[in-house]
């Protein structure tokens, strides 16, 4: 095995055992109103390192604004 080979190897490791560790630590916005932007008509989704906002159907707009109405038959 050549040096080079080797050293590619374990660079190869480091980076799968940074990524898995920043992993765990993620923290989920969604899981306090507080800690994202979201539209109170709109559903938030946790991703890796971030969140997403979308409105709720009925409702238009990026997420972050969401403007419309529910038709609520009675």
Known sequence: MKTNEKE???????????????????????ADEYENDCDPNAVCTNTEGSYICQCYRGFEGDGQNCIGQLNLMF
């Open 8 to 30: 590619q190897r374990v660079t190869s490791c480091q980076i799968y055992l940074i990524k898995h560790y920043f992993l765990v630590l993620d923290i989920d916005e969604c």
